[in-house]
Nanobody, 126 residues
């Protein structure tokens, strides 16, 4: 059974840093595109970053470029999201997602992803 479990969410002050992790199991991570989404209170889920199976292709939401970094360790079945210079608008539930389809030139919409974790909460507040 394919599973994704996020962890690392916390309450942090503006300007702080955080690393979110996504532990995967039940499938060979190498063959899957992975991504991170965020859902702020009262808003729709939005794509933050995604990466192809071999790591050659990545996409980022414009507002997080230069602050967020996605990475993966296929040998350890882990996906990471490094977040720096946190802003209050980064508050939300962060979800890890995976899909067996390859990653092209466009960030796939949330509805196109086949597998999801349960989310981890990040609150940015002073």
């Amino acid at each position: 059974q394919l599973q994704l479990v996020e962890y690392g969410g916390a309450l942090v002050q503006p300007g702080g840093s955080l690393r979110l992790s996504c532990a995967t199991s039940g499938f060979t991570l190498d063959y899957y595109t992975v991504g991170w989404f965020r859902q702020a209170p009262g808003k729709e889920r939005e794509g933050i970053s995604c990466m192809s199976g071999n790591g050659d292709t990545t996409h980022y939401l414009d507002s997080v470029k230069g602050r967020f970094t996605i990475s993966r360790d296929n040998a350890k079945n882990l996906v990471y999201l490094e977040i720096n210079n946190l802003k209050t608008e980064d508050t939300g539930v962060y979800y890890c997602a995976a899909d067996a389809r390859g990653l092209g030139d466009v960030f796939p919409e949330a509805k196109e992803w086949g597998y999801w974790g349960q989310g981890t909460l990040v609150i940015v507040s002073s």
